[in-house]
């Protein structure tokens, strides 16, 4: 299985595109700017296509890399979309979409012959290009087997979550969420911590190299810290958005999630007060802001 199809060359799909490249898969790609398709034909010799369409052949693996659940429709069912190709292929969506998106772009896929796999990602840009992902799965049994040299390729350890197409969505929004509120805590924290004299470098050290010593408080704590929110690796409106989503998934299954609520608040704050460029950590400006602290002058 060496052909590949590739729809999606955002800052993650560019990535994760030139690895599959590079581990000696034929690819073939779609980007709605033509431009990035382009680039990447130039740097790495892969083909262009001109819609998702000619992507799908008989058995071969599709994969989409999506902003959110508008834009997998439009690829899957949209005009030259993946649904107006050839039956039978594999589409592996490795997007942060809502466990409803999955489980429809799948009765769809079966309804016409095709399998569908949800392979949604944790990891930045930065973790993309280093093959350091982790990948949450679910969806055909045999599907995943046949695609896991691919989702190998990309990652650097894959957690299944069987056979619902949503269910590696909810593992994926649940992860987003606790990210979301970790960055919160530590907004809080640090705000804390200077509004009474405690500098906030020193602080976060402390924290991240002994009860919090994980990637999440290392890395976004320094983030927070430095108040680098214009280095973007997931832009905040990609944050909002999966707030909604999991605030969505929690109200279908009658799961109160009342943090939820305000991490999701801290962030339409920032888009209303036209942080949407910014990286989602720009939420953690917010507890900055209600302590009475001025954030820094280039990030507000």
Known sequence: ??????????????????NLSQAGFNLRVFNRTREKAEQLAAEHGVAVASKPSELG?????????????????????GPGGLTEGASGIIHIS???????????????????????????????????AARKLWICTSGDLAAKAEVRPIIDALGQGVFDFG?????????????????ASAIEAMAETLAFGEKNGVERAGLMEMFSSTLFACPIYVNY???????????????LPLGLKDMQLV?????????????????????????????????????ALGASEDAGLTPLTANR
């Not at 056979?163 to 990210?179: R, S």
């Open 221 to 235: 704590g320094r983030q927070v810290v430095q108040q680098n929110y214009e280095k973007v690796g997931f832009a």
């Open 94 to 128: 490795m997007s942060t979409v809502s466990p409803e998106a999955s489980r429809r772009m799948a009765e769809i896929h079966t309804r016409r012959g095709d399998r569908f796999v949800s392979a949604p990602v944790f990891g930045r840009p930065e973790a993309a």
């Open 247 to 283: 605030q969505s998934a929690a109200m279908a299954g009658r799961v109160p999630m009342p943090f939820a609520g305000i991490v999701r608040d801290r962030l339409l704050a920032a888009m209303a007060k036209g942080r949407g460029k910014l990286d989602w950590t720009a939420l």
């Open 163 to 179: 056979d619902d197409p949503g269910a590696a969505n909810i593992a994926k929004l649940a992860g987003n969420f606790l990210i």
């Open 1 to 18: 299985m060496k052909d590949v199809g590739f729809v999606g060359l955002g800052s993650m799909g560019a990535a994760m595109a030139r």
């Open 57 to 77: 052949e008989a058995g071969r693996p599709v994969v989409t890399m999506l902003a959110d659940d508008q834009a997998l429709e439009q690829v899957v069912t």
